[in-house]
């Protein structure tokens, strides 16, 4: 079964930045879409950034020009830098697939706080 670990969230002040991690014990890493996603409680979890196994990306309008998602196929990782963050950027985030991929069991998240 595929482990997912996100690391590198915190609080921050608005305008502040992170930059988060995420390690898959998947061998087939390299031939995936992944993808962050977010959720704050009470609300459902939404998609922030995609990758594809070629990289290209996708963005949601949301955090476009902020947040910047990238790869390294070797260390089977995804990031996502997030610059310029705000408060409604608070939330859990999370890695898994993406697109029309099955999602793998979610893992623990990484919490983001952005509070003055």
């Known amino acids: 079964q595929v482990r997912l670990v996100e690391s590198g969230g915190g609080l921050v002040h608005p305008g502040g930045s992170l930059r988060l991690s995420c390690v898959t014990s998947?061998?087939?890493?390299?031939?995936?879409?992944m993808g962050w996603y977010r959720q704050v409680p009470g609300k459902p979890r939404e998609s922030v950034a995609t990758?594809?196994?070629?990289?290209?990306?996708d963005i949601a309008d949301s955090v476009k020009g902020r947040f910047t998602i990238s790869r390294n196929n070797m260390k089977s990782m995804i990031f996502l830098q997030m610059d310029n963050l705000k408060p409604e950027d608070t939330a859990i985030y999370y890695c898994?697939?993406?697109?029309?991929?099955?999602?793998?069991?979610w893992g623990p998240g990484t919490q983001v706080t952005v509070s003055s």
């Open positions: 990758i594809t196994r070629l990289g290209n990306v």
């Open positions: 898994n697939t993406a697109g029309g991929l099955d999602r793998w069991p």
């Open positions: 998947s061998m087939r890493f390299a031939a995936l879409a």
